[in-house]
């Protein structure tokens, strides 16, 4: 998947001579090679690093936008996104709104590494999405491979408003894929669906996409039920028609994330499926989720919801 | 597993680079007696000392009139005539206007109102010295900028009413003025967000090899947060070519200097960030106006930042919502009337018979004329429509925003009477 990132950069840097990345240790390639190569090609005016102050790469990235320049910017990891949380919440999405129009950041990238990785424990492993879902005037994404991470990145980047993608760091290495070489896109706020079943809808984003594919297998071969997946890809604006649609057909759903489950984003998935599909409901909506501690060292393997723990919430809901 | 194998190549890479280090300094280290270490330029030393504010002298404070208004500089460098003009009448229009708002929020005709009262040279000294090519990035004092660059009075009572001719279609507070044809970017509320944006900006501004600058203004307080820190790293690494402009005013609402910081002021943080630095009287618009000048022409030329700390006082209130009396004394804030920016130029210009009481008269009634035509214009004017609360949250309204607004809308259908709907 990091190719593919990579690819979708190197594209950017190629037709937009405005178009610059940024960040900690990106100009020898970056800790997780996204940006191989790319200084060496477009120059250190175009590919460079900063200081290790995130506010100050959230901020840099929110002036070079707010006159016109395209500003691709890296967090090292998700988890470190938090000092620039003042610079995106209060400003980035808010700059437009706020100028009635005059001004804007539409032009800003903010990429980051998220999610476990086997033994990132509390500092590498964070799934923060819902923290900026609740930030109207940002849009958010998670890639689930390397198709994905090309087109919603190039995406992010064309977007004409503040665009946050977050990249599952486990999938840098370990998901492979035939990538188109050439430009495409895909849309934001689509989700999409990767497996068609019809007992029980399983919605999920990233590596744990992947988790509820295994779920569903193995759903078949020990309940005999068939699993409609889908993959949300946008979480901010985020594809309610799509899931609901699934909902009224199979009448139950789980709803899976890595981070914890109060206010985790399955609980306005949830709470909206509630609204919409109210009368097509045969169980209670479920939520699969991290738990509500900080993300833990050793017991990695007990904190993340496994295939196990949604195979059992599809055993209930089924049951109900 | 993949990430322990990127773990591992991590190390491996850490490992590599370590090794060059000490393959590139080790013949040197044998013969050398200097310092090697890749983070300083400097010798060794016996002596052991710690460095602090004594060591070094403060940065001087530079000014060009005194405070009876005589000059002391060369006769040749003087503005001319037609801008000395320009900048007193600037000046004066602001402090009119502000006695006009601040009264009018008193009476609750406004929601909030900041005056600018004894920062008024600081303001148009600086703006004065820059062309409308100049990005602006500021705080929430500086309307003197954006009147000196032609922001008309009618704008500003609009933004501060809300009304439907408001450019920022009343989605802010008073005073967040912006300006996309002046080059204006918009006030928000966030102390020192704009910093690290104006250095984004002025990045931006050297790779299209612009020959104009960006210019930030900020308070003493907000050069205590996080984000000016970044901002004068990241300006300096990165060779911006940006004004850093300090309003140092000795309060960040009841917060004294003394309290915000026990360095040099702000001005001694530059050179500390490898920043060129100036400390000026904020009170003497002559000087802010050279020193911005030269500032603006060292940016330029050598695609770098520039630090000026303006020192000044503020005589007003923090806001409209403050009583500084219960701060500070009276005593202390008459002081700094009597020696105002404004008057002090004020006697420079009569000393070179272009100004006198006359002339003072007719532009005093003729400001308050317009300012007060202006208010009243705007106070009559409706409100946008209440549907612009939706609009421009995003470039393009998403659908779950559009059904908000449908059911907003069936909801005043039923509703309406609970609503100021006749205030649209």
Redesign the interface.
Known sequence: MFQAINQALDITLKKDP?A?IFGEDVAFGG??RCTVGLQKRYGS?RV?N??L?E??I????????????T?IAEIQFADYIF?AF??IV??AA???????????C?KLTIRSPCGA???GALYHSQSPEAYFAHT??L?IVVPRGPVQAKGLLLSCIEE??PCIILEP??L???AVDIVPVGHYKIDI?KGEIVKEGKDVTLVGWGTQVHVLLETADLVEEKLGASCEVIDLLSIL?WD?QLVCKSVKKTGRVIVAHEAPRTNGFGAEIAARIQEECFLNLESPIMRVTGWDTPFPHVFEEFYLPDKWRCLDAVKKSLDY | ??????IKR?SRLSFLRCQTSVKHYSNIANVVTEPQYPGIKNNFTNHLKFINIDNYESIPIYRILDTTGQSHFLEENKLDDKTMIKIYRDMVTLTIMDKIMYESQRQGRISFYMTNTGEEAVQVGSASALTLQD?IYGQYREAGVLLWRGFQIPKFMNQCYGNVE????G??MPV?Y???DLNF??I?S?LT?Q???????????K??KKKSC?ICYFGDGAASE??A???F??AA??ACPVIFFCRNNGYAISTSTNEQYKGDGIAAKGPSYGIDTIRVDGNDVLAVHYVTKAARDLCISEGKPVLIEAMTYRVGHHSTSDDSTAYRTNEEISLWNNTSPIQRFKQYIQSLGLWNQEKEDDMQKMIKKEILDAFSKAEKKPKPHWKEMF??????M????RDQMNSMEEHLATYQEHYPLEKI
């Open positions: 405005s610059v800790v997780f005016d460079f900063t200081p102050s506010q100050g959230a901020g840099f990235g929110i002036g070079l936008a707010n006159v016109g320049a500003a000092p003042d610079q209060n400003e808010k700059c437009r709104y706020r100028s009635g129009g005059m001004f804007d539409g990785v086997g033994h109207p005037g849009k004409p408003d760091k486990v840098y290495r370990t706020g604006p309610v | 597993m993949a990430t322990y194998s990127f991590i990005l408001d450019e920022g279609k989605k802010q967040h912006g300006s996309k970017v918009t928000s966030p967000t910093l690290p944006q104006a250095v984004g900006a002025a990045y931006a501004y790779r299209e960006v996080g984000d820190h970044a901002a790293n990241f690494t990165l609009a421009d949250t995003y470039c393009n998403p659908e779950h925003i």
